[in-house]
């Protein structure tokens, strides 16, 4: 039987970070629903409709499953949770110069990273040892 390789300590602060701003997001519009106060928080997300709300959860849950992926050393996640950033890069240049800098920003550190030498090894032995 293989062992697993140990997986670096940046891979699984990334990891958690994504589960952790996916799950806060989530929370942020379901969480208000078990209170007394949900009668407003219903006609906000009614008003706010699926246009809105249908790729801001779906956002969410991608961060959720490309973190939850990348802990179990799957490829494919490192890539999705690039892609995830790439997407935010896009939306924040639409807000405000600042927003954008600060995703280019987070955008480059991760990237630096998931594609290090030490996490793309990480990756390559994980992928020999689901074969």
Known sequence: MTSRPARPRAITLIAWLFIAVGTAGLLKDLWPLATPQAAPQIAKLKADGFADLGPAWTS????????????????WARWL???????HIVISALHSPMQLLIHCVIFTSLGCVLFHPQSSGYFRRMGTLAQ
Not at 81 to 87: P, Q, R, T
């Open 60 to 75: 969410r849950l991608l961060a959720i499953v490309g973190g939850a992926f990348l802990l179990r050393g799957f490829n």
């Open 81 to 87: 949770l690039v892609v995830w950033m790439g997407f």
